[in-house]
């Protein structure tokens, strides 16, 4: 009997499609892919599905309840939906400079709004920031972004502080993060496929986006592109991500790693450019059918447990 790969996803239009024949073709019989199909769900269902690759779960809570679901009931799961549930940009941070990954200097901020369900006393270990101190720290230009979120939704570059705060005041009940912005000589978005295939794709997060897949890229230095690898492995390890993609501004040779929790990649041929969509479908349909025949031990996180060892507190 063969064993059936789920494909869980939203608005896409080539991925899953492609993915799934893929994985047809490749299988041998053996390994068959289509879309999950969800109605409502028991709490003593089983699930036909020996792994589910999660594209969509992120936007839909309901999604993310029934992944955690499978995986309790034995079903491998891409990415682990009980990690990507706890992770953030900003704990990321902290992931990527205990494995020797650089990352701009970075801080989180408070809610400029009171979240739903909280007043006034619910903040009464809230101080007020020195916003002169933040700024000293990070220097103009600066990044506001959200902490918990991705496709460049809610970012703001802001070159003063009047520009900040105007953003800033436009943030909502967002848990943001201001960053250091990072004047690069080179940028790439890295596919990281299975945590050891990486594709690299030169790329310009200036243009609108449809435009940001630099084509016809040339060569990259041999020793710059070691660096990027290591890098991208190093992180995708580290948070136990299967799929990703892995952001990287080059400054003065070296690289930063700007975003890089992204575990449902965008990947639709429109957006990414033919070479590199044919890259990631052949790539995740191997690593989804080498996972399935050969399971690994269920992991709860990366592991980066490993690596963030725990500081004495100050006196």
Known sequence: MSKRIGLLFGMEDTFPWALAQTIDDMGGGDVTAGPVEISY?????????????????????????????????????????????????????????????ETPRTVLLPHKERPPGTQATSFRNLRLVDWDQVFAYLGFPIFLKPAYGGGWKDVHKCDDRAAFFAAYDQTRDLTMMAQEAIDFSDYFRCYVVGRERVHLMRYDPRLPHFERYVRDAPPIEPALEERLRRDAKALSEALGYDMNTVELAVRGGVPYAIDFTNPAPDAERSSVGEANFAWMVRNMAEVLIERVLHPPPFQLTGTWPLHLAPRPALE
């Open 41 to 101: 769900l028991e709490d003593r269902q089983d699930f036909e599905y020996a792994l589910i690759l999660d594209r969509i779960s992120q936007d839909v809570p309901f999604y993310r309840t029934f992944l955690k679901a499978a995986a309790a009931r034995g079903v491998q799961v891409v990415n682990n939906p009980f990690w990507w549930s706890a992770d953030d940009k900003y704990f990321g941070n902290l992931v990527a400079a205990s494995v020797g990954v």
